[in-house]
Nanobody, 123 residues
Framework: VQLQASGRGLVQAGGSLRCSCAASRRTFGSGAIGWFRQAPGKELEFVAAISWSGSSTYYGDSAKGRSLISRNDSQSPVFLQMNSLKPEDTAVYYC?????????????????WGKGTQVTVSS
């Protein structure tokens, strides 16, 4: 079982990022699919999450107002679009699956994790 995150590695400040998360086989189940990030020297931070059906979305404080998490249907990849990027958005971005819909922000509730993709925002 693998989760694969992909996205543009180097972005200029003010630009946009679009990451996708796909599974090698059906792993999403009925839990949340989330995006987290970890900057150097900092803790893992919740970015956004979406229910397995795509009908409910959740955003962390850093993503609110400038991000969109989406998927077309329960079998399609999950996309994360983040706009107005800043250097402080530089981090390794991870997708995760099998999370709790009651606590989509809680990384401990997720069962499956991708390897992560490095995103660097240059000033």
């Amino acid at each position: 079982v693998q989760l694969q995150a992909s996205g543009r590695g180097l972005v200029q400040a003010g630009g946009s990022l679009r990451c996708s998360c796909a599974a090698s086989r059906r792993t999403f189940g009925s839990g949340a699919i989330g995006w987290f990030r970890q900057a150097p020297g900092k803790e893992l931070e919740f970015v956004a999450a979406i229910s397995w059906s795509g009908s409910s979305t959740y955003y962390g404080d850093s993503a609110k107002g400038r991000s969109l998490i989406s998927r077309n249907d329960s079998q399609s990849p999950v996309f994360l679009q983040m706009n107005s990027l800043k250097p402080e958005d530089t981090a390794v971005y991870y997708c995760a699956a099998g999370g709790s819909l009651r606590r989509p922000y809680d990384y401990r509730a997720y069962n499956y994790w991708g390897k992560g993709t490095q995103v660097t925002v240059s000033s």
